[in-house]
């Protein structure tokens, strides 16, 4: 007895900005669940930047993916089968096989949502990587203290709309940039004091020169090169930067020139730290706790941006670099 | 009753390259010390590429110089005539009133040397700015581990040659990058292990990944530029880079690109921080006796490279950008 599923494959490593040429779409028959074993049919599946550094064939913090194989990722789904003691039929499962709609697995390595009252798929935003990124970055590299001014980039992801609520919630005042002025009216509707559409701004460095006008105490960098130049010109002393990633980079074929007033970092006693999420896994108990109940009292609020079908998660993965999605952006599978 | 002293002025505020021209030797006629006060005759003065950034007129961690003023920096003199009650004829004191045969100052903003067997020089070096610069920069954004490998630019230097002897003392491996083969030749007689003359090493990437063919755990930066690049290069996950100075950008009169592969910040994990010496003042009786002890138990060396007499300060000074200087510039001037 199998069951039919579909998967997104690498068909070939995208050279520069990622194309649908290099996903595919493929059938895979899933045998019945072994002793021990569950089957799961996903009912969401995540895209995120980071997925990017794994489509080069270079090692990095992640093992590159694989031509020919299905993609991975974060993915909820629902138990359909179980061979496992722990895991009924309905149960809501975390695992990394996103890029397909089901998937046989042991049950080790699956992870059941907690029976909190919030939609499945906020563990793959909000409660899941992205708000572990924002929260753990946030606290341990920018050690945010009441009254310091927080200049956010990609500020309308999934990690950075984050980021912009939880300084908030730690008493600091919040600049953001994002590339509408939709954007921004969503992200000063949840307390961001002041923002910076970076496509229509003119000169970046003016611009949010003049929304943080006492300079910035913490950047946290969703972006990299222009973004992090003005950082690093209105960065007061002793700022921190948290160096989360800089999509701006990512697909680029050749080395283009790094910040211009690096030299800043010596004089204003810089601290410019990079990090991946499990550097902080240490942090994931003490964040689902504070991040739901945040939630639960409506001090934390997400959006999502969502494509339909396992057909369409290439074209949800490529919308991440033209900044189409508004917070988390999902494909719905089930 | 006066006392005739000379002393060097900022004439012209460089640019670029600072040349002899911008600086002037004046006399100036010295009062008496009032009550309070004390004459002291300076012995040593130290110059140091920090000076460059105060010949700016632009806010800065330290008030630029000012046109027409005697330059400031630290001194080694001789207490001449005290009217102040903690301080005695022939006392040897500290101050930052270098540039200058001698002054007359107020008690308060002099500090007398300790009495230890070492020369009185050795506090504006290994035991003084320099000294503290290695030793709290090292400690508190290092955090050297034994078998940390520790890369160090601009190793020659007062700064560089001190960080290089304590790092082996705290059981790492060290590479050092130098000038010329005569420093290189020094610094592998105090226990540098791998040298790299980046004036005659063709590559530098390459030169320095054969020197640490491991990769970096920790870089010592005192020169920026091409070097800062060649160690994000070859820092392992989570190295730290610790941003002391950029000589090689101070002189410029435009913005330089910054390093291409600032992106490695984010995938390795890395730590980027800068530092000036007084944000680690609280490290300077702790550091004044370890750094002593060492020199006692003969295991930290150093150069020093000396010019006589005032009139030769300038040049002094604008050797330490063409590296004519092994170890601590200094200029003897009693």
């Not at 003049?210 to 002793?238: K, M, Q, S, T, W």
């Not at 609020?301 to 074209?315: D, H, L, Y």
Request: net charge neutral; hydrophobic share 40%.
């Amino acid at each position: 007895m199998t069951t039919k599923m579909r998967e997104i494959r690498l068909k070939s490593r995208p050279v520069g900005l990622p194309v649908a040429e290099n996903f595919e779409l493929a059938e895979v028959a899933l045998p019945a669940p072994a002793q021990g074993e569950v089957l799961v049919r996903n009912l969401w599946m995540s895209v995120d930047p980071y997925m990017r550094g794994r489509m080069y064939d270079r090692p990095s913090y992640a093992p590159p993916f694989q031509l020919g194989e299905p993609l991975q990722g974060g993915a909820i789904g629902r138990v359909e089968q179980s061979n496992h003691p722990d895991f009924a039929t309905g149960d809501l499962v975390e695992s990394m096989n996103g890029w397909r709609e089901g998937f046989v697995s042991i049950g080790g390595a699956l992870q059941k949502l907690p029976n909190e009252n919030v939609p499945p798929q906020a563990y793959l935003g909000v409660l899941g990587m992205p708000g572990l990124t924002a929260y753990s970055g946030l606290a341990r590299i920018g050690e945010p203290k009441p009254g310091d001014t927080v200049f956010v980039s990609g500020a309308a992801g999934a990690v950075g709309a984050a980021v912009c609520q939880i300084a908030r919630l730690r008493g600091c005042r919040v600049v953001a940039s994002a590339g509408s002025d939709a954007k921004l009216s969503w992200l000063r509707s949840v307390g961001v004091d002041a923002g910076v559409n970076y496509k229509t701004c003119g000169n970046l460095l003016e611009a949010v020169r003049a929304a943080a006008p006492n300079g910035i105490d913490i950047y946290f960098d969703n972006v990299g090169g222009d973004h992090l130049e003005v950082a690093l010109e209105l960065a007061r002393p002793f700022a921190r930067f948290i160096e989360c990633g800089m999509i701006s980079a990512y697909n680029d074929t050749e080395l283009k020139p790094g910040p211009r007033n690096i030299i800043y970092v010596v004089g204003k006693s810089l601290k410019m730290q990079g990090f991946i999420v499990t550097n902080y896994w240490d942090m994931r108990d003490q964040f689902r706790v504070e991040m739901t109940q945040w939630i639960k009292d409506g001090k934390m609020k997400w959006e999502e941006t969502v494509e339909n079908g396992i057909e369409n998660a290439p074209k949800a993965f490529l919308g991440l670099f033209s900044g189409v999605n508004s917070g988390k952006m999902l494909v719905k599978l089930g």
